[in-house]
C-alpha cells in the first residue's frame, strides 16, 4: 500500500521559510520520479517542483524559481521542498506526490502524470 505522509507546514509573514516533508512507504522509492504540489482555495492544483527517481534532475514552475528547491533522500523515503522568501500566493496545500508508473526520468509538472498523494500540508504566508 503506498502511503505518503506530509508535514512540515505552517503560517509565516512575507518573506519567511518553511521546509515540507514527505515521507513515502509502500514502494521502491528510488523507482519514482516525485513531484510536490500545491492547491490554493478555489483554484486548480499546480506543479510546484519535481525531482526525478535517483535525484538527478529537478524540475520547477516558474513562480517559485529561485525560492523553492526539492530534494529527495532515498535512505529516508524522504522528500523536501524547501521554501523561501514566501510570498502571499504561496499560500495553500502542498502535496506530495509520486508518478503514476516506474519512471527514472520523469520531471512533468502535470498532476496526471502522478496516481498518488499524500493528505496535504496547509502553509499560509500573511503580509
Known amino acids: 500500500q503506498v502511503t505518503l505522509v506530509e508535514s512540515g507546514g505552517g503560517s509565516v509573514q512575507t518573506g519567511g521559510s518553511l521546509r515540507l516533508y514527505c515521507v513515502a512507504s509502500g514502494f521502491i522509492y528510488g523507482d519514482y520520479s516525485m513531484g510536490w504540489f500545491r492547491q490554493a482555495s478555489g483554484k486548480e492544483r499546480e506543479g510546484v517542483a519535481t525531482?526525478?527517481?535517483?535525484?538527478?534532475?529537478?524540475r520547477y514552475a516558474d513562480s517559485v524559481k529561485g525560492r523553492f528547491s526539492i530534494a529527495r533522500d532515498d535512505a529516508k523515503k524522504m522528500l523536501t521542498l524547501q521554501m523561501r522568501d514566501l510570498q502571499p500566493e504561496d499560500t495553500g496545500m502542498y502535496y506530495c506526490?509520486?508518478?503514476?508508473?516506474?519512471?527514472?526520468?520523469?520531471?512533468?509538472?502535470?498532476?496526471?502524470?502522478?496516481?498518488?498523494w499524500g493528505q496535504g500540508t496547509q502553509v499560509t504566508v500573511s503580509s
Open positions: 506526490a509520486r508518478y503514476r508508473t516506474y519512471n527514472l526520468y520523469g520531471l512533468s509538472l502535470l498532476s496526471s502524470d502522478y496516481s498518488y
Open positions: 525531482v526525478t527517481a535517483r535525484g538527478t534532475s529537478t
